[in-house]
């Protein structure tokens, strides 16, 4: 029973690159949540995605940032004109239904580092 | 404001020697209180979640406790391996979710 599944686990780009997180949930899971942990800080919910809806997307930057979960295939948070302040390690969670009693699965991560 | 407030931050005890992990909070209308463990380079292993003041939930060594304001996890007779950095999170009212920082435990052997 595979778990929630992040890919790259590493990624390191070059300030004014692109880049794209993938995340996929576990089996049976419809809602997909992304946070950002930078160094000695806690998680930061960015954005909260269910198949082809965005329902919360309060934590995300209003620029350059941008998510979508599409009807087939991963979820995908994607980072436009990267630069350094965007280097830390960025999770996915999924859960099978939201709402109030549901507990969320994290996945490994992806730590991007901006050069 | 919601905000949760984890202490101490770093946590250094011998095999053996129990101790208790506090997690403040201030939400609007709580949803749930949940605990992750996370180890290094890794991602936020689910422990326990808690509803409602008095609730209690145990796991091996570990055992989760809530009231209206605070959350302790506590160790009893630690282990090596029990060295992580344990993570608390509310769920508000809108169904936010909110991270402590964390409490980094190193249990020496």
């Known amino acids: 029973n595979a778990g929630v599944m992040q890919n790259p686990r590493h990624l390191v780009r070059r300030r004014g690159q692109e880049a794209r997180l993938r995340c996929s949930p576990m089996?049976?899971?419809?809602?997909v949540y992304w946070y950002r942990q930078l160094p000695e800080e806690g998680l930061k919910f960015m954005v909260y995605?269910?198949?082809?809806?965005?329902?919360?997307e309060s934590g995300m930057p209003k620029e350059r940032f941008s998510a979508e979960f599409p009807k087939e295939g991963p979820s995908i948070l994607r980072i436009q004109q990267v630069v350094r302040g965007d280097s830390a390690a960025y999770f996915c969670?999924?859960?099978?239904?939201?709402?109030?009693?549901?507990?969320?699965?994290f996945g490994p991560g992806t730590r991007l580092t901006v050069l | 404001e919601d905000q949760v407030t984890q202490s101490p931050e770093a946590l250094r005890l011998q095999e053996g020697e129990s101790s208790s992990l506090n997690c403040s909070y201030t939400?609007?209308?709580?949803?749930?209180l949940f605990w992750y463990r996370q180890d290094p380079g890794k991602g936020p292993e689910f422990l326990f979640t808690l509803y409602s003041a008095g609730e209690e939930k145990e796991k091996e060594r570990l055992k989760a406790t809530l009231t209206k304001k605070e959350s302790f996890l506590h160790i009893t007779a630690p282990k090596p391996e029990d060295s992580a950095t344990y993570l608390c999170a509310v769920k508000d009212r809108d169904d936010k979710i909110i991270f402590g920082k964390g409490t980094r435990l190193h249990i020496l052997p």
């Open positions: 969670a999924s859960s099978r239904q939201g709402g109030a009693t549901d507990t969320q699965y």
């Open positions: 939400v609007s209308g709580l949803r749930g």
């Open positions: 995605l269910q198949k082809e809806n965005i329902i919360d």
């Open positions: 089996k049976g899971h419809s809602h």
